[in-house]
């Protein structure tokens, strides 16, 4: 009798492992959450900066912000002035400049926006400029991963807005942008450095 229970509770045990294989329990049968593309930003924030500093080179660097639903995020590396002649010298005037150091200067965002005219779809650009006397060409490019403006092409240009830029009273040292929000429907892109001020502003569109 007793023989005859160890059997009958040895076949339970068996066709409970057959109908499990793995061993799994239910939790297994819950679906995974959503993978959802992230913006991630790299290197270290840029502060206002009125005098030299002991980093060597162009740091990594980056500027965010969250403007309603929308999620910006600018990638870029920073030189500083040490001394030099920055506009017209170190950055020549009517070239396409990457805007920062060693490679093309990215911008990203997970929602449309519209500069201009021109509604740019969400993603991520080489943010450019051709920087003049007077006047500014802030250009965003399909190509954002590129090293300075050596593949740079005019036929994969977004959009191009021609801005005025500002001067400044208090200098910057090291480039520095900030992305700045106008109410949760819009912004400006601000770029500074040396002591001229250079916005680019943008509307969020979804």
């Not at 499990?20 to 939790?27: D, H, L, R, S």
Request: with cysteine.
């Amino acid at each position: 009798m007793m023989i005859t229970r160890i059997l009958f509770f040895a076949v339970l045990i068996g066709l409970a492992s057959c109908s499990n294989p793995k061993g799994e329990g239910t939790a297994s049968t819950k679906q995974p959450d959503a993978v959802t593309d992230r913006i991630e930003p790299e290197g270290m924030i840029v502060m206002p900066q009125t005098e030299p500093d002991t980093l060597k080179g162009s740091p990594q660097s980056f500027a965010q912000s969250k403007i309603g639903n929308a999620s910006l995020v600018i990638n870029y590396y920073s030189p500083a002035t040490r001394g030099r002649v920055i506009w017209g010298g170190l950055v020549p005037y009517d070239n396409v400049w990457v805007t920062g150091a060693h490679k093309a200067t990215s911008i990203e965002f997970d929602k449309s926006i519209q500069i201009g005219e021109t509604v740019v779809p969400a993603g991520k650009y080489a943010l450019f400029t051709i920087p003049g006397k007077a006047q500014w060409t802030v250009i965003l490019n399909k190509n954002w991963n590129q090293h300075l403006a050596d593949d740079y092409s005019q036929a994969e240009d977004v959009v191009r807005l021609a801005v005025v830029p500002e001067v400044e009273e208090v200098p910057q040292e090291r480039l520095r942008y900030v992305i700045e929000a106008d109410g949760d429907k819009a912004g400006e892109i601000v770029l500074y450095w040396e002591k001229l001020e250079v916005s680019l502003p943008f509307e969020i569109v979804n």
